[in-house]
Structure formats: structure tokens, C-alpha cells
């Protein structure tokens, strides 16, 4: 006895009709073609600016970066940059929690409006950010001009304006992180927390902040780099001395405005390394975030 | 007495302490509040005549024309570009895909004034890596020129696209796709038809927003223009000009006339964003 075994050809599946070949040529074109574009655009208008930074600030070699991060007046603007962040970002990130904590489990009339009103700074110009501080409290134009010039305090061209400008431009970013988050979870942990005692303080601190953590930390990143980076409306309100109310964007700025080039790099060149760690970090947060949102949806099901 | 949440048979309707209510109020009252207030107060201050005189200036209406023109040129040029890197990122796989992803947050995460600063460098005509190119083969001038504005605004208003329509590309169902090819429409079709119009309120979304951050940006912006009047000088220049100048009256009226901007600017992206939440319901109700 024999068994026909059948050929193998048979079971191939059935060729695409005629001109397939090329059409197939074709669709891997096609499919290159936006690739490509992304990356030729994306290389154009963002790596190479970028790269001309680096490129820019090391042209003479390590030792004159080094020299030029030594010059008194950069080290007066990073000093003041610093400063700066020092105050608006814990500011801003108590009013980011303590506004998460009041509006995202509320249900009332206006609560959209509210929310757009938390964002607006994004909209704004910061050159009329700048302009609205220097409307208020200018000692000659001011609406509290008088107030101020009776108690003698020095906001305008000094760094209370700097660091309200600089808190002005950064403060929705945390309550904008964390809002979402909070409406997304629901009331529970926190009710069996005050049904088993806990007071309004453990609550927030066991309770509410460790369910956001990561949201938190992400939007503390941006606040940070946003507030060591802003320009538009500090430098309304600076006055621009050098070695005073300079901060570290302004410097890059005022720099190149004055041909000192290789400063002016070398300066961009930090600020770019910030930017650059706030990425890094962003990219590790948005995995931490990620890793805790799956470990919640298993939860329900365990 | 106790506070309604400590009674016991209130429980149920937890009610979260006021003091983060107050806080919020205040802080927003302080931060937000009281310098819109300063500006609207300066503004009806030099009235209404007064107002429109020095809203439509010649340099004024010069320098809205160059900064709302060039924002929808470069919100424009993104909505395309944007589409296609968000298309790449989503449904094509390639090597420095990653690389491309990350760098998209770049213009977020870089100053502004360093984003000036090398934008100037890459493109000026003298030695930038491609300004001088331009410059040698096509006599196009991309620093300190109106062009030079439009790259940067184009710079910085890039992610807003790329980042509002990547989501919902990537919820697409690619079942509508296949059910789109297989009753008979060519590719082209299923892109229009079928895949563009789920798109288009991000799209839209994405490009107001861009465009209302372009005509704001000041810090990239002033480094890569000249900043001449009729030119290429942009209304924040312009803005912070008459501040220099003493001129208070000028600089508070065209800065209310930003500020009334922004505003409109936002209602438009929450009216779009609400549209597209609409036809994503009702998309997903009738699917």
C-alpha cells in the first residue's frame, strides 16, 4: 500500500494578482516616504538647531567652555535663575495640590471655566504677563505704584516681579497633572480612611498625594524647567542688569545681543542641558506612570 | 459644632475641607486675577476713542498683520507636517523612531531664548549649516527676516500638532480601515473618507494651538528677527518697544488687544475640543 502524500505547493496561499509585485514596490515606497518626511522635517527645524548648540558652545574646545562658565556675570545668572525656581516652584506646586485636591472631585456649575481660567497663562503672551506686573506694581505707572513707593519696596526691575512673572507662566502646569488623575480615581480610599480616623491632614499626605505621586512629580519636571527657562515675561519685568536681575535666559540673549558669542553659547549650552534632563527624567516619570496605571487595573480583578 | 464631614450621619457626603477652596481662590486672586484686573483697569482708563486710536496704529496693525500672518503660515505648515510625523509615529516602524518621539518635545522643554539663539545660528545667512546654503543657492534670507519669524514659530508650535493628534490616531479602530477596503475604497478614500474627518478636531485642536502660541511667543522669536518696524517686528516686540519707550498707554492697549486675543483663542480650542468629543461619542455610539 502507498499513501500519496500531496505536494506542498498545493497548500501555498493564493498570489495577489498580476502586478502585485509592483504594487508592493510601491506600498514599501510609500511607507518610506512618511518616515522619511517625518524625519527630514523633524531634523530640519529641531536636531539641527539643537546639535548647532553643543556644536556652537564646544567649538574652541572643553577649557573655554569651562572658562566661559567661570565669568562672574554667567554665575550671577545662574544664581539668579536658580533663586527664582527656588521660590516659584514650591509655590506653585502647593497651589497645584491644594488646587487638584479642591476642584477635581467637585461637581458645581463653572467648573469648565474654571479649569480654562487655571490655563489661561498657557495662552497668554508672556510679554503681556510681563506687561500686566509692570501695569500693577511700577512704582510710576502702577495701580499700587503708590503703596509700593510709600513702603518702599522694590518690585519692578528687581526679583519679586522676576519670581511672580516666572509663577505667573508656570503654575498650571502641576494642578493641570494632577487634576486628571484625581478625577479619574474615585472618593473611596479617601472615605474609608476618615471612616477608620484619619484627619484631613493624613489623608492628604497618606492617602490623596501617594495615589498621584508620579502625576505630581511630572508636572513639578515641567514647572521646573519652564521656570529655569522662561523668558518672555521675565524679561519684562527684570530691567536686565547685568550681574543683578539677570537670570540665565536673558543672559543667553543679552550675550549674543552683544557679540559675545561663545558666552552666549556656552550659556545655552547649560540651559540646554537642563532641558535635556527634564526630558529624561519626563520619559522615566511617563514609564513609572504607566508601570502604576496597569498595576491599578489589575486591582479590581485580584 | 463640628464641621458637616465629622458628623457621623454625613459621612456619605464627604465634603473636603475649605481651606484648598480658599487657597486656590487666593492664589488664583493674587496671581492671575489682580494683574488682568491692573491691565483692564489701565485699559478702560484711556477710553474707548482712545483705545482704537492706539489699537490701529500704522506700526500696530503692521506688526498684528506680521505676527497673525506668519502664525497661520507656520500652524499651516505644521498641521501638514505635524499629521505626517504623528502618522509616523503611530503606524510606521523604524529605526530612531524613539529618537524621532523625543526629540518632537524638544521645543517644550527648551528655552525659548535657546531655541532663538540657535535658530539664528543654524540659519543665518552668513555661516549657519543652512541658512548659508539657502542663502548661496536660492538668495533666500531665513535670519533677521520675516521668514526667519515663521521658522521660528514653526519651531515651537510643532509638538501641539504632533502631540493632540498621536492619541487618537493610535485609538483608531483599523477594523473601519479593513471594512473600508474591503467594500471596494482605494487607500486614498480610506484616508479621507474614513480616517481624516476622525482626525480632523484634533487636527484642528492642535493647530489652534499652535497658533495661538506662535502669535505669543516673544523669546525665539526676537533673536531671529530683525526687528524692524513694517518688517518683521512681531506685536510682543512691539509690546515691550513702547514699554521702552514710556509709552504705557500704547504698550496697555495692544497688549490688551493680545490679551483679548488669547481669550477668543481659547474659547475657539475648547469650543473645537468639545466638538471633538461629541463626534467621538457619537462615533463610537454608532460603531
Not at chain 1, 45 to 63: E, H, M, R, W
Not at chain 1, 131 to 143: D, R
Not at chain 2, 143 to 148: K, L, M, P, T
Request: charged residues 15%.
Amino acid at each position: 500500500m502507498t499513501f500519496v502524500v500531496p505536494e506542498l505547493e498545493i497548500y501555498e496561499p493564493p498570489q495577489p494578482p498580476k502586478g502585485g509585485a509592483h504594487t508592493n514596490l510601491g506600498k514599501k515606497l510609500a511607507a518610506a516616504i512618511i518616515p522619511l518626511t517625518a524625519c527630514l522635517y523633524v531634523g530640519l527645524v529641531i536636531l539641527a538647531p539643537a546639535l548647532s548648540i553643543v556644536v556652537q558652545a564646544f567649538a574652541k574646545g572643553i577649557q573655554p567652555f569651562l572658562d566661559n562658565l567661570t565669568s562672574p556675570e554667567l554665575l550671577s545668572a545662574i544664581k539668579m535663575t536658580l533663586i527664582t525656581a527656588a521660590i516659584a516652584v514650591p509655590a506653585n506646586t502647593i497651589f497645584g495640590l491644594a488646587a487638584a485636591t479642591a476642584i477635581a472631585r467637585k461637581k458645581f456649575r463653572g467648573k469648565a471655566l474654571l479649569l480654562s481660567i487655571i490655563d489661561l497663562p498657557f495662552s497668554i503672551s508672556p510679554v503681556v504677563v510681563g506687561l500686566m506686573l509692570v501695569l500693577l506694581y511700577s512704582p510710576s505707572n502702577g495701580v499700587f505704584g503708590g503703596l509700593i513707593n510709600s513702603l518702599g519696596w522694590k518690585i519692578i526691575f528687581s526679583w519679586p516681579g522676576i519670581v511672580m512673572a516666572t509663577i505667573i507662566v508656570t503654575f498650571p502646569f502641576m494642578a493641570r497633572e494632577v487634576i486628571p488623575l484625581l478625577e479619574e480615581e474615585g472618593w473611596e480610599q479617601e472615605e474609608a480612611a476618615k471612616t477608620l480616623g484619619a484627619n484631613n491632614w493624613q489623608v492628604f499626605w497618606m492617602v490623596t498625594l501617594p495615589s498621584v505621586r508620579w502625576a505630581a512629580l511630572y508636572g513639578l519636571i515641567l514647572t521646573t524647567a519652564r521656570a529655569l527657562g522662561e523668558f518672555g515675561a521675565v524679561s519684562v519685568v527684570s530691567g536686565n542688569i547685568r550681574g543683578e536681575t539677570q537670570t540665565l535666559p536673558l543672559f543667553v540673549e543679552d550675550a549674543y545681543k552683544q557679540y559675545q558669542t561663545e558666552l552666549a553659547f556656552g550659556a545655552a549650552a547649560v540651559l540646554g542641558a537642563v532641558a535635556l534632563v527634564s526630558l529624561l527624567l519626563k520619559f522615566a516619570v511617563e514609564l513609572l506612570l504607566e508601570q502604576d496605571k496597569k498595576a491599578q487595573q489589575i486591582k479590581p480583578d485580584a | 459644632m463640628a464641621p458637616a464631614w465629622l458628623r457621623p450621619g454625613t459621612l456619605p457626603n464627604l465634603k473636603l475641607p475649605s481651606w484648598p477652596w480658599r487657597f486656590t481662590w487666593l492664589y488664583l486672586g493674587l496671581v492671575l486675577f489682580l494683574p488682568l484686573g491692573a491691565i483692564s483697569l489701565k485699559a478702560a482708563g484711556v477710553g474707548p476713542a482712545g483705545f482704537w486710536e492706539l489699537a490701529t496704529t500704522p506700526e500696530a496693525i503692521a506688526s498684528y498683520q506680521i505676527s497673525f500672518g506668519l502664525a497661520v503660515v507656520a500652524s499651516l505648515i505644521n498641521g501638514v507636517f505635524g499629521l505626517v510625523i504623528a502618522w509616523a509615529l503611530v503606524r510606521c516602524r523604524f529605526p530612531g523612531q524613539r529618537l524621532l518621539d523625543s526629540l518632537i518635545d524638544l521645543p517644550f522643554a527648551l528655552p525659548t531664548a535657546v531655541a532663538g539663539l540657535a535658530l539664528a545660528a543654524v540659519y543665518g545667512s552668513e555661516n549657519g549649516w543652512l541658512g548659508e546654503p539657502l542663502y548661496r543657492l536660492f538668495g533666500i534670507k531665513v535670519a533677521f527676516s520675516a521668514i526667519g519669524v515663521a521658522v521660528a514659530m514653526v519651531f515651537i508650535s510643532l509638538p501641539f500638532v504632533v502631540r493632540t493628534v498621536e492619541p487618537v490616531l493610535r485609538s483608531l479602530e483599523k477594523e473601519q480601515e479593513e471594512a473600508s477596503w474591503c467594500l471596494g475604497a482605494s487607500q486614498a478614500q480610506t484616508f479621507f473618507r474614513v480616517v481624516f474627518p476622525q482626525l480632523l478636531p484634533a487636527l484642528l485642536g492642535g493647530i489652534a494651538q499652535g497658533f495661538s502660541r506662535a502669535v505669543g511667543e516673544y523669546g525665539s522669536v526676537v533673536m531671529i528677527s530683525s526687528n524692524i518696524p513694517f518688517v518683521d517686528l512681531i506685536t510682543p516686540t512691539l509690546i515691550i518697544q513702547k514699554l521702552e519707550e514710556y509709552d504705557i498707554d500704547g504698550a496697555t492697549v495692544i497688549g490688551s488687544v493680545m490679551l483679548l486675543f488669547s481669550l477668543a483663542s481659547l474659547l475657539v480650542i475648547n469650543l473645537i475640543q468639545v466638538w471633538g468629543q461629541r463626534y467621538q461619542a457619537t462615533s463610537t455610539a454608532v460603531g
